[in-house]
């Protein structure tokens, strides 16, 4: 059993603030820390309400699948002892691999959808300069580094651990192996999905065009080409599984 934490003990950023600069400095991380998780677990359940819209069948709005998600991320967020839910982590941990491995077989097995192609058309798929310029460069590097958001969580979590020396290396091992999965979904999935990739990587994985006049003149809604929908549907249960299993770790 762990020993009771000592009160003058600095454990958390606030404390760190509360040290330093007082209870200001501790509002003012406080309030940091409260904006950041919010936009990061807003993002959650606009996901997740994509997921159900993909799995269930259901013709329901995104906004009506946030009303019948947001009660049920509620009550598992206002659970004291999480420690059931901690337990299934490693099966959030595996869905989320899973996801980065579906989406790299999907994008490889569908290069030959453009192989044929002539190559004037080839020459359009991939590109080394941004085409709409470097401003939506912005909110790319945004999305990089919320996928590497893990801070704010450090603090408890270290507290927590029976063997917390052993946290830097696993924190070490568990950001190179994110890296080099997030490398390869960005470059496989580019070089299989080209300049007409999707924003939601599931039309991509359901839908493909049948010719170049399709992929560059028309919307995604308008393909007539199929692709991989089984594994767009294995794909949305794993990110469902990750993202309802890692909210409430989350907002620990």
Sequence with gaps: KKPPRDSDAIVTFEDFATAGMGKPGAIAVRMCILISLTGTLSGYVVLIAQQLQNVSGLDWSSN????????????????????????????????????????????????????HWPEEDKARLHSFVPEHGYLPLGSVFATIVGAFGVIANVPPILSEMKR?????????????????????????????????????????????????????????????????????????????????????????
């Design 164 to 252: 917390p020396k052993k946290f830097p290396a696993a924190l070490k091992s568990s950001m190179l192996i994110v890296s080099m999965l997030y490398f390869a979904v960005i470059v496989i999935g580019y070089w299989g999905y080209g300049n007409f990739i999707q924003p939601n990587i599931l039309v991509s994985m359901t839908k493909y065009p049948t010719s170049p006049a399709e992929a560059f003149d028309l919307p995604a809604s308008a393909w007539t080409g199929r692709s991989s929908p089984y594994l767009a549907k294995i794909l949305s249960y794993c990110v469902l599984c990750n993202l309802m299993l890692s909210y409430p770790v989350m907002m620990m």
């Design 64 to 115: 009506t699948w946030i009303l019948a998600v947001g009660p049920v991320l509620w009550f598992l967020s206002m659970m004291r002892d999480i420690s059931a839910v901690a337990k299934l982590v490693p099966l959030a941990v595996a869905a989320a691999v899973g996801s980065c491995f579906l989406i790299i077989l999907a994008a490889w097995g569908d290069q030959d959808n453009w192989e």
